[in-house]
């Protein structure tokens, strides 16, 4: 069974930045989208950003356009979410999946097939 790993989450102030990492011990993601989703207390689960395998399409969700960064290091296995400029509505549990496509948008769960656990994400202050 295929299983994502998250990390680098935590408790951070309004406008300072974090990074995520994700990555899958034993299972190569070079031939996958990989896409980040968050889930807010209370809400849906939302699609936030997707990176595609071969030439590294990006796309985001509207709210987070111009402050998070997605990218790929193949060599080393691992996805990155770059969050700068936070604030207090980017709470949530990011989770990472792995799919064959990111669409032509923020992704939708349905196009993932593997998944993390999650790491929690908070902006406070």
């Known amino acids: 069974q295929v299983q994502l790993v998250e990390s680098g989450g935590g408790l951070v102030q309004p406008g300072t930045s974090l990074r995520l990492s994700c990555t899958a011990p034993?299972?190569?993601?070079?031939?996958?989208?990989i896409a980040w989703f968050r889930q807010a207390p209370g809400k849906k689960r939302e699609g936030v950003t997707c990176?595609?395998?071969?030439?590294?399409?990006?796309y985001y969700l509207d709210s987070v356009q111009g402050r998070f960064t997605i990218s790929r290091d193949n060599a080393k296995n691992t996805v990155y979410l770059q969050m700068n400029s936070l604030k207090p509505e980017d709470t949530a549990v990011y989770y990472c999946?792995?799919?064959w496509g990111c669409g032509y948008g923020p992704p939708v769960q349905p196009d993932f097939n593997f998944w993390g656990q999650g790491t929690q994400v908070t902006v406070s202050s």
């Open positions: 034993g299972f190569t993601l070079d031939y996958y989208a």
């Open positions: 990176i595609t395998s071969s030439v590294g399409d990006t």
């Open positions: 999946a792995a799919g």
